[in-house]
């Protein structure tokens, strides 16, 4: 069983930044972030592999979010910067044991209950 808590979502004003962090209870596994706009699917944001070498981001937000952890802690970030009102949504890490960089839901065993970005215009 992997426990993951995310946390710094918020509210803030577009083309700003903010750092969400997720606290995971194992680094062995790649971990992901996704998120889940107001009415919509739950989409793939980024994943970062177990060791931190490899990352892959959806076409969608490259070049805005930067997916980073540090395993002597336990965490996993995602840097958003600059923020878009079409951000808004809530953000889940997830945890994908057997899995290098998954990009599919199915692929995550494990999730957050999400921490919440609103982001203005």
């Known amino acids: 069983q992997v426990h993951l808590a995310e946390s710094g979502g918020g509210l803030v004003q577009g083309g700003g930044s903010l750092r969400l962090s997720c606290e995971t209870s194992s680094v062995e596994y790649a971990l992901g972030w996704w998120r889940q706009p107001p009415g919509k699917e739950r989409e793939f944001v980024a994943v970062?592999?177990?060791?931190?070498?490899?990352?892959k981001y959806a076409d969608s937000v490259k070049g805005r979010f930067t997916i980073g952890r540090d395993n002597a802690k336990n965490t996993a970030s995602l840097q958003i910067d600059p923020l878009k009102v079409e951000d808004t949504a809530v953000y889940l890490c997830?945890?994908?044991?057997?899995?290098?960089?998954?990009?599919?839901?199915?692929?995550?065993?494990?999730w957050g209950r999400g921490t919440e970005v609103t982001v203005s215009s």
């Open positions: 970062i592999d177990s060791d931190g070498r490899r990352t």
């Open positions: 997830a945890a994908a044991p057997g899995w290098n960089l998954p990009t599919e839901r199915w692929q995550y065993t494990y």
